[in-house]
């Protein structure tokens, strides 16, 4: 459920008239709905209720400031990836025994930036890691907490560029080979072992590869408990599916998803944190653009838009699909037509959608993508020298800009011309 609606025959987000906020702020924008962000957090949190647990937010699906501060407000930890998300949660106002570190290529200083700032643990790639973290750690007379991320060789049945579980990924280290791993953990200074990290994929909608996993990782602590090691605490990672459209059989629940891990871990006694992003954000936000022409080519109409595919670049990376729909609602019983949807950028691949059916448009037509709120705005570029797309958060009836446009000057002036120039 998202809170983009019909309304008087007009697109609003929550009480907010989208076609007022493209008034105000110009096409392309992102737009995101408070109503939905907090509800899907709920979930989320309710579905975990009884047991001991954190819900903490993979910052990388959406990492405005003000996304951060609504979650942390309602209690979410962080799931952060870089040094650079690190600032981010911190600068939100995540302390650090709420902000959990993953990613396989932590350097020294981002390692030093968490142990000095605060965290509430490592998530371990690598044994090299391991070694680093556990060096830098003793130097800085601190103790690292860390996991241990396994891979458990589990096909998500997903995408295969967000597929993480299978042996062949780039993440984790094989489950096989986990206790060797952590006895060498137990040995080094600076490190504290706490518990195993799990995280198999992105954009699931079947609940089956997570049962496997999960199964597996609860066979691994009673392993490590007989080995001598303190295994309070699961990260179970994240990555349940949304429907990108109405029309698509609904994935899993998160009540589902809830009943799952107390069926499979919970008899374990550990605290769980999952890593939610995307079905937090995902459905919490759309991209809205403006139809520039509509033009007529050899045996197909093209809608040619104002948003690119460095707006939003999941459908040219990922082939995704989006629900494009216009902005004033259709009148009952109008006769829909394909459309290829694109955008203006100088490459085949800015094309969202190819035949889709919409509705006939017209040039200055608003249309927004919806389910574009995670993956969307944070991937964005300036290629072609197009300014950063604004992003906008709703609030009953209110509107803010939570990122501005920057203009062409501000752009250009990032450069610096050498002095022999």
């Known amino acids: 459920m998202d809170h983009f609606l019909y309304r008087d025959g007009e697109l609003f987000a929550e009480d907010v008239r989208i076609a007022d906020v493209a008034a105000a702020v110009g096409t392309p924008f992102y737009l995101y709905s408070t109503a939905t ?5 709920q979930l989320f949190d309710e579905a975990l209720s009884g047991m001991d647990h954190m819900v903490c937010y993979a910052m990388k699906a959406a990492s405005n400031q003000a996304i951060l501060r609504t979650l942390a407000e309602l209690g ?21 025994d709420k902000i959990v570190f993953s990613g396989v290529g932590k350097t020294r200083a981002e390692i030093r930036q968490a142990l000095e700032g605060g965290i509430r643990q490592f998530n371990v790639e690598s044994e090299p890691e391991l070694r680093i973290l556990s060096e830098v750690a003793a130097a800085l007379g601190k103790t690292a ?5 396994v891979n458990p060789d589990v096909d998500a049945k997903t995408h295969e560029k967000i597929a993480t579980g299978k042996s062949e990924n780039k993440f984790g280290i094989p489950i096989a080979k986990a206790r060797e791993v952590y006895a060498e953990a137990a040995a080094l200074p600076g490190i504290e072992v706490i518990g195993i990290d799990v995280h198999i994929g992105s954009q699931l909608t079947d609940l089956a590869p997570y049962e496997l996993a999960y199964q597996k990782v609860a066979e691994l602590t009673e392993q490590l408990r007989a080995d001598g090691h303190t295994i309070k605490r699961l990260d179970l990672g994240g990555g349940l599916g949304i429907p990108y459209t109405r029309s698509n059989e609904a994935p899993p629940l998160p009540s589902d998803y809830g009943a799952l891990i107390k069926r499979t871990v919970g008899h374990l006694g550990c605290e769980i944190e999952i890593e939610p992003g995307r079905l937090i954000a995902g459905n919490a936000g759309i991209l809205v653009s403006r139809v520039i022409y509509v033009k007529q080519g ?3 109409q093209f809608l040619i838009l104002d948003g690119a595919m460095n707006d939003l670049i999941r459908p040219a990376m990922y082939d ?20 290829d949807i694109v955008g203006p950028v100088c490459e085949s691949g800015d094309t969202f959608a190819k035949n889709r059916m919409m509705p006939p448009l017209k040039d200055g037509a608003l249309v927004a993508f919806r389910s574009a709120g995670a993956y969307g705005a944070v991937m964005a570029s300036e290629y ?23 203009d062409f000057d501000e752009i250009i002036n990032r450069d610096t011309i050498p002095p022999w120039l």
């Open 37 to 41: 962000l907090t509800r899907h957090y």
């Open 76 to 96: 979410a930890g962080m799931d952060v990836v870089s040094g650079g998300e690190y600032a981010r949660a911190k600068a939100a106002g995540v302390p650090g």
């Open 145 to 149: 907490p860390i996991t241990v991320r």
């Open 298 to 300: 050899e045996g197909r």
């Open 320 to 339: 995704a699909y989006h629900d494009i729909v216009p902005v004033v609602e259709p009148e009952a019983g109008i006769e829909y037509q394909p459309y």
């Open 384 to 406: 072609n020298t197009r300014p950063l797309v604004p992003e906008v958060l709703a609030k009953g009836d209110q509107f803010a800009v939570i990122r501005h446009r920057p």
